[in-house]
């Protein structure tokens, strides 16, 4: 993230935490530099492992308080998807992602089109929309290139995540074909 954007993500953090009547400690703020200065959608955990290099007695418990925290605060994004462990997102504005259903690498997809979409009539379920995000799901670059010839071990797992990507998109679209 640009020096300045950061800078004034920084400075929303403090305000909302000053809104809250949060103090604005040092570990939140480590944290949340810490999430501005990656370039993908990392764990807890991962956020974790970094944190300990400047803050190391702070503890994991706290690093998963601290996220959400930020994520109450509305200054990151938590990305759920099913079968893997939760994301954090430093991006707040709409955008979409393309998720790997091998490596579980994800990729910030930004199209007007996606963000324009026609919301569905859910007002008989009692249900109300606040927000949307859409998330592909297939296999990203490197784990979709062809086998090398010999046949490594990453290259006979592509082959067969691809294989099982195949069938999973088989079975969606024969279900969304049955239904009325």
Same mark, same amino acid.
């Given at each position: 993230?640009?020096?300045? &954007? *950061? ?8 305000? &909302? !935490?000053?809104?809250?009547? =949060?103090?604005?400690? %040092?570990?939140?703020? @480590? ?8 370039? #993908? ?11 300990? @290099?400047?803050?190391?007695? =702070? ?9 959400? @925290? ?6 990151? $994004?938590?990305? !759920?998807?099913?079968?893997?462990? %939760?994301?954090?997102?430093? *991006? ?7 998720? +790997?259903?091998? +490596?579980?690498?994800? =990729?910030?997809?930004? #199209? ?14 009692? /249900? ?7 998330? /592909?799901?297939?296999? !990203?670059? #490197? +784990? ?7 046949? #490594? &071990?990453?290259?006979? *797992? $592509?082959?067969?995540?691809? *294989?099982? $990507? $195949? ?14």
């Amino acid at each position: 993230m640009e020096p300045v &954007a *950061k800078s004034r993500r920084i400075e929303q953090f403090e305000q &909302a !935490c000053r809104t809250r009547g =949060l103090p604005v400690t %040092t570990q939140r703020r @480590t944290v949340l530099e810490m999430i501005l200065e990656r370039e #993908d959608h990392p764990t807890a955990d991962q956020v974790y492992e970094q944190v300990r @290099t400047r803050l190391p007695s =702070l503890s994991r418990t706290s690093v998963y308080r601290i996220l959400d @925290t930020l994520v109450r605060l509305g200054i990151i $994004a938590k990305i !759920c998807h099913p079968g893997a462990a %939760t994301r954090f997102d430093p *991006k707040i504005r709409q955008h979409h992602h393309l998720i +790997c259903m091998h +490596c579980e690498k994800i =990729l910030d997809i930004e #199209d007007q089109r996606l963000d324009n979409i026609t919301r569905p009539n859910v007002r008989g379920s009692g /249900f109300t929309i606040h927000d949307y995000h859409i998330h /592909f799901r297939g296999l !990203c670059a #490197d +784990c979709a290139s062809p086998p090398r010839k010999g046949g #490594d &071990a990453a290259s006979v *797992k $592509a082959k067969q995540v691809r *294989k099982k $990507a $195949a069938r999973i998109s088989k079975r969606t679209n024969k279900k969304r074909r049955s239904k009325p």
